[in-house]
């Protein structure tokens, strides 16, 4: 990765805004300097600026900042391996201001563009603005950037991977965000917007009440399914951790893509995942299903770290660590997100594939319920036109709760 050691706002601005009206813009930016974050010491700043800007918000659960600064840390992520990413912070008399990421997927550019990213396409993420005119430093910045590295469009907020982080909660901040999703300011959609993107994409995620059974339809074809002798759906089984995730891994990278928006997993976030998951995995709650021996459908289902995380406020030390130890053995009453679930391309459209989904819904809402006492789940993110899911939330009856946009433009 080439080093960008920056430079002046207006330069940045005048390259952006070079079709007219930039006279007020640079007014009023003159004293914004955009700073690229190179080191461990910049990367922690980095970490902590966006950490003040969510310990604003209301709702938001303060995350463990360990965890939050291996993710930017090019040692530690393995996202790293096969992207790009220079990472920038907004000055104002000596504060920080803002801070936004530049990266670049190599994998993302080697998928067919008609799937959404493709050549040409760079991202931003980890978007936070004191107001509109740091918001306009620095997407302008992080288009400068990618432009340098030969971009030609810029896609975000996605923070880094399409697998960790993606879209800008645009509507439910009046819901408390669960694991590994977003939350954000209502008016940052206004800035970027403004700033010329257009959304490109909508997210969904769906909250469902699970203390009650689904209905008749759902219920006929569960049944069914628990007839049908090729057919076997059993939990994950912990003793086997590493085959388990790369069947599951395995599965996913095929039933996921021909959607918008995939970049397959590599080898080194296969074993990444495995070892952040495996203290959260449940096996009573994690499902993969089988036809004639052979697995063929999988769903995850986490017990929603954030309900622990804000009673810690993100502290493991000095007495974090043993409440959320405690919570992993039992999270009673906790939340359920399933941020996963797919089943190979063949059966895509078929009444198998819509058995199998039900068969592991229904057996994870029964363990749900009665081992951990839960009440509420959560699907997502979902796509807005992945027709096979939304099928299957609207189903099941679960209602939208959070929206999140991912917005593009052109570069040049």
Do not use: C
């Not at 939304?390 to 939208?400: E, G, M």
Request: net charge neutral; proline share 5%; aromatic share 10%.
């Amino acid at each position: 990765m080439r080093e960008w050691r920056g430079g002046d706002t207006d330069t940045l601005i005048k390259r952006k805004y070079e079709d007219g009206g930039v006279t007020d813009v640079l007014a009023r930016e003159a004293e914004i300097r955009i700073e690229p974050v190179n080191d461990k010491r910049q990367r922690a700043a980095f970490v902590d600026l966006g950490r003040a800007f969510s310990d604003r918000l209301e709702h938001f659960v303060p995350q463990i900042r360990s965890e939050q600064l291996e993710l930017v840390d090019p040692a530690k992520n393995p996202f790293f391996g096969h992207a790009r990413v220079q990472l920038f912070m907004a000055m104002r008399a000596g504060k920080p201001v803002g801070r936004i990421s530049a990266h670049i997927d190599e994998l993302a550019l080697a998928m067919p563009a008609e799937q959404g990213f493709g050549p040409g396409t760079g991202f931003f993420g980890y978007f936070d603005a004191e107001d509109e005119d740091v918001a306009r430093a620095l997407l302008a910045a992080a288009e400068a950037w990618l432009a340098g590295e030969g971009m030609t469009r810029v896609i975000g907020p996605i923070s880094l991977s399409i697998w960790e982080e993606p879209g800008l909660l645009v509507k439910g901040q009046e819901h408390p965000p669960m694991m590994m999703m977003g939350h954000h300011p209502a008016h940052y959609a206004g800035w970027i917007e403004a700033a010329g993107f257009t959304r490109v994409k909508t997210l969904y995620t769906y909250d469902l009440n699970i203390t009650h059974g689904f209905g008749p339809l759902v219920q006929r074809l569960v049944q069914s399914g628990q007839r049908n002798e090729r057919i076997n759906v059993r939990r994950v089984d912990k003793s086997r951790w590493d085959e388990e995730v790369a069947t599951i891994l395995a599965i996913l990278n095929d039933a996921w893509s021909d959607n918008w928006g995939f970049v397959p997993f590599t080898p080194a976030e296969v074993a990444y995942a495995g070892k952040k998951l495996r203290a959260i995995i449940h096996e009573e709650l994690n499902m993969i299903a089988e036809v004639d021996g052979r697995p063929v459908a999988f769903m995850l289902t986490w017990p929603d770290a954030n309900s622990a995380l804000a009673k810690i406020k993100g502290k493991l030390f000095p007495f974090g660590w043993f409440h959320m130890l405690r919570w992993l053995r039992h999270p009673k009453g906790a939340g359920m997100r399933v941020p996963l679930m797919g089943v190979l391309k063949e059966l895509h459209n078929t009444r198998m594939a819509g058995t199998l989904a039900f068969m592991m819904i229904e057996a994870i809402r029964l363990e749900a319920t009665t081992k951990f006492q839960s009440t509420h789940g959560e699907l997502g993110w979902v796509l807005e036109d992945n027709q096979g899911m939304v099928a299957i939330a609207d189903t099941i009856q679960s209602k939208i709760n959070r929206e999140y946009a991912i917005y593009g433009r052109k570069l040049g």
